[in-house]
């Protein structure tokens, strides 16, 4: 990680560590970088977060002093940027979002023209223009200055392609959907209505402060209910800026991202979909979707955390199905970033093919008590590598044996460390995460 961009972007609390005089920055910096042979072209899209329009100028005001054209998408989704970039020739493509995190938060995120997450080689060259160790760029004058276009045209195109893709209609379906207050808000309900399905939705009415509050795919309890209550066939359940799924069955139970990988993984095998009946996990997927996997002769390997690093792995290697348990899945035949939406058609798909429920497919696998919590701290790495907290993870590890394991990382996003247990009881989980949890406060 660099020292402004993590693994998803620049982000930070607006106006307190990501502030207006950065964003214009990076938009300085990118309208030169990418003006250098040609006149740039730049899309961009924000979500639902009252700072995102504040960004959104600050960003506008660098690329087109830089002399790029900017187009606006206005409130979208990530992967919707992500395709408009590469379907449409652009330079660049920036989305203002902070994803899953409070309303307060805000990021940066930048996609290169191929619709991948720009280099951090680039990265490093913004990073560094903001701390002026970069000379000067040279601002635009007379009719080089760039413009504004709207470019909601754009938006609408990637709502097209979304519901092309489904093959069955989706008239037989009671379907619930939890737009968060964010991105989703604007396209997850025109896509389910025009594919027939009887569409209900929750939390689709953004303020600016409520998205991801209580709700969305971090806060999955009122979707669960809200199924229930409606006796709806599945329900969808989308973080701020849609490019995560979780899932919740016919009586309600959360399926999560692993269970996702497995449920659609089989189904592309038994289609021969797959190369190497592969699929592309992180170090948090649970033990049970392995063994499940293991069971039924699906592949699968694993990256560190971060869907960044599960598409360098399907890219390097051709593979088509990634994700992590957090609802991140890519589809790489389709998308170059985690789709929310997209993957809740794959999910309908399966279910439609297989005139099954979702509750029954998710039954296959059997999930291991796992129990995640976080510390927040000032220096991730001192704590992280303090002798007393290595002997504790260590003790822990000894104690689980092949019966569980641990997994202590830093955030890419946010000043925590994480602490992942897996073991046969969730008493266990609690006894293990809570020992070394302990042993980080000691030493902060």
Known sequence: MGKYFGTDGFRGEANVTLTVEHAYKVGR???WYFGRQHKAQVVIGKDTRRSSYMFEYSLVAG???????VYLLHVTTTPSVSYVVRTEGFDCGIMISASHNPFYDNGIKVINGNGYKLEASVERQIEDYIDDVIGGIPLATRENIGRTIDFSAGRNRYIGYLISLPTRSFKTMRVGLDCSNGSASAIAKSVF??????TYVIHN???GTNINQDCGSTHIESLQAFVKEKDLDVGFAYDGDADRCLAVDERGRVVDGDLILYICGTYMK??????????VTTVMSNIGLYKACDRV?????????GDKYVFENMMENGYRLGGEQSGHIIFSKHATTGDGILTSLKIMEVLLEKKTTLGALASEVQIYPQLLRNLQVTDKQAVLTHPVVQASIR?????????G??????SGTEPLLRVMVEATTQELCEQYVGKVIDAMKSVM
């Open 395 to 403: 003790e822990v590890e000894q104690a689980l044996g092949s019966e």
């Open 63 to 69: 690329l087109t002093a830089s002399g790029a054209d």
């Open 193 to 198: 209505d025009a594919l027939g399905a009887k």
């Open 297 to 305: 002769g699906l592949k699968y390997q694993k990256t560190k955390v």
């Open 205 to 207: 009415e953004p303020d």
């Open 29 to 31: 910096f990118l309208g």
């Open 405 to 410: 394991r641990i997994l202590v990382r830093e």
């Open 270 to 279: 038994e289609r021969g979909q797959l190369k190497d009946d592969m699929i």
